[in-house]
């Protein structure tokens, strides 16, 4: 079993920054990345940013330019910098990783953004 922990989430007003983490722990089969979805009520779950073996990242449309994903210092874990949040980035956030064996997801965080 594979068990993610989310953190960061929050309340943030419109061109404010957020920044999430995820920490990932359990019998991972041989690692191939984390990233995170997300998904706003009413919408289906997006893809927001991957991080795969070779450090290369993939983002979605909506969020190129202002949401950065990296590594942590940790094995297993990933930061989500979110920056020039708007009301269309609210939703709840999932982080997921895959390995050979199976994608995991995270419980989810929920992301605010309004004044």
């Known amino acids: 079993q594979v068990r993610l922990v989310e953190s960061g989430g929050g309340l943030v007003q419109p061109g404010g920054s957020l920044r999430l983490s995820c920490a990932a722990s359990g019998n991972i089969v041989k690692f191939t990345g984390m990233g995170w979805h997300r998904q706003a009520p009413g919408n289906q779950r997006e893809l927001v940013a991957f991080i795969d073996f070779n450090d290369k990242a993939n983002y979605g449309g909506s969020v190129k330019g202002r949401f950065t994903i990296s590594k942590g210092n940790a094995k297993n874990t990933v930061i989500l910098q979110m920056n020039g949040l708007n009301p269309e980035d609210t939703g709840v956030y999932y982080c997921?990783?895959?390995?050979?064996?199976?994608?995991?997801w995270g419980a989810g965080t929920q992301v605010t953004v309004s004044s």
């Open positions: 997921y990783l895959a390995d050979l064996a199976r994608v995991t």
